[in-house]
């Protein structure tokens, strides 16, 4: 099986960290391949950096061939329709899939992300997921996406101190990351605080595989309908 892993943002070194995380959880026969485009911003923070990315993504979705599945990995699920109407392979957002697997493990999660900008886009998803009821809240680390890059700031302190008000103040009982570049952070931060911590490059993983083996793909009517030839 092999799984195209987008990061829809142009840095190079979230790429290879999302691409890690993902092989860590993939099944021995499972490839993963991690791409980001060459053009668009360096980083998705609120709604115009999410515009700003989709020619990009949905450009290398578009002409990349041989995959079983495709993981969207944005924590915003950035262009995840748009990208189904390009395939009828499932196309996961990792979003989607993190709050999916919270769902199922704790009756109240909060969602801790990157900057406050980002906060309305993630609840916007939570409502047209029909999950804004299981989230206690959605809340800003102000840690900025690519202060996650670098290996000497205090980012992690500043999400482990935004996880302990989630547990303290909204009575939280699983925390999901909100961020693709936390990948490497969900292990530590839920052993440290004694509950379940999402990451959701690794939910999305897991997905892809079971829908793969399952047998289920994205329905071709409607909605997710291919664009006509002369559009793409
Ligand atoms: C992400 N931005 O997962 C989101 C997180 C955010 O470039 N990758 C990004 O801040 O919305």
Redesign the pocket.
């Known amino acids: 099986m092999r799984i195209l892993v987008v990061n829809p ?1 142009t840095t190079a070194s979230m790429t290879e960290k999302i691409g890690a995380a993902a092989r860590r959880v993939a099944s021995p026969g499972t490839e993963i391949v991690a791409v980001n485009p060459a053009v668009g911003p360096a ?3 609120g709604f115009y950096d999410e515009a700003m990315s989709l020619a990009g993504m949905l450009d290398v979705i578009g002409r990349t061939t041989g995959y079983d599945a495709v993981v969207i990995a ?3 699920d950035t262009g995840l329709d748009a990208a189904r109407c390009l395939t009828d392979k499932p196309v996961i957002g990792i979003g989607e899939a993190a709050y999916h697997y919270a769902s199922m493990i704790a009756n109240k999660f909060s969602v801790v ?3 406050g900008r ?1 906060v309305p ?1 993630l609840e916007h998803n939570l409502h047209r997921y029909g999950l804004m009821a299981r989230c206690a809240r959605v809340r800003s680390s102000e840690v900025a ?1 690519l202060e996650l890059e670098h290996p000497g700031s205090d980012a992690c302190a500043r999400i482990s101190a935004e996880i302990g008000r989630a547990v303290a103040e909204d009575r939280a009982e699983a925390i999901v990351l ?4 936390m990948a490497d952070l969900a292990e530590s931060l839920g052993q440290e605080h004694g509950l379940p911590v999402l990451d959701g490059v690794t939910c999305a993983v897991g997905l892809a595989e079971s829908m793969v083996r399952l047998g289920i793909f994205t329905s071709r009517l409607g909605g997710y309908s291919p664009p006509p030839a002369h559009k793409r």
């Open positions: 943002n980083s998705i923070e944005c924590f915003d992300t990157t900057l980002s886009a996406v909100g961020c693709a570049g």
